[in-house]
């Protein structure tokens, strides 16, 4: 009966023993060999450098629109010569007057239109939807109307949109009734129009050549007074005078085409041609760019910083921890093709982060391209090993 005891608790060591060297080795294991792969994919970096600077364009102040004058035109609008752009009222009151006028002509449109309740909920969400896409476009010409519309929909809902027309349509009839003559105001050139006055109209392109960052401080150092209340913008070029570290500027080429991204109250793309690079002053310059599209987004903008693409790198991303480097100095990575381990040489083109950027295979001739799996872990991996 005793060795039968001593007999069962020696089986049942061993087999707890190796049952904990079964763990052990099969913890080891897991640690030791791991194998990870990663999707490789084509990536873009952009080599910026920051710049700060002003908008000009050819533009000519209306003189004789003042305080007292309605424009009738959009702000950005293209229009000719002895087109009518705005309407002068005798005065403040005549023009307070003339703007209630329309916002009521407008309203009451409005809800002859959409006079039932469905209708109406109907309305306010197209005007909010109409909103929305007015400030993803940065279009902003009918923000008034937009404006008017989501106040009659939508917070002067207390009352059903058919209970306010008598009301209305008498507060219109009494004030056309006392309302003062007007006159229109015409322009003389061909262009665009823009009700934005800041006192530097009377910069013109022609006064950025050869400037230095402390000229162009100095040119842009005080507004003019100026008595008018609108402008035309004559052409469709515009130019941005930007101050930029001189030895970033030396690797831009007048007459290349070059990508700026503005920041701030103008937040946009642009394709800009480069006009000129000037002299260098405590290591920076002012270097000219110039474009000829989108002149009506930019009717309001002056002084704006930007960020400016001096190169761009297009290649496949690769975790850094998938690199390798042999005796000869040459730089690869392994591949998983089907079942095996495939040797790869790659060529970095730049270094960001926990990443390399890489030359895309179909340009050096390699099977690296974007959705190839990387392998980024193995043990005693080497071309043609049996992973997965």
Known sequence: MRKS?????????????????????????????????????????????????????????????????????NEGEKVAAGQAVAVEYAGREALETASEIHELRLKITQIEATGSADAAESASYDSVLELSKAVQSRNLNKLDEISLRIDTYIFTSNRAPKDELPELRARLETLEGISEGMRMIRTAVSGVFSQTVDGFENISPEKLAELRPSGLAELFAAAEPLSGAAKIITGFRWYYAAVIDSAEAARLSPGANITMHFTGTYSAQAVMRIESIGRREDDKCVVIFSCERGIHEVTRQRELGAEVVIREVTGIRIPKEAMHLDDNGMTFIYLQTGARAERVNVEILNEFGDSYLVRDGAESGTPLRSGATVIVKANNLFDGKVVG
């Open 5 to 73: 005891n001593i007999y069962i608790k020696l089986t049942t060591a061993v087999l707890f023993l190796a049952v904990l060297l079964y763990i052990c080795v099969y913890i080891y294991n897991a640690t030791q060999n791991t194998y990870m792969t990663a999707s490789a994919f084509s990536y873009t970096i952009e080599d910026t450098v920051s710049a700060h600077g002003y908008i000009v364009r050819s533009e000519i102040v209306l003189q004789d629109v003042n305080d007292a004058t309605l424009p009738i035109v």
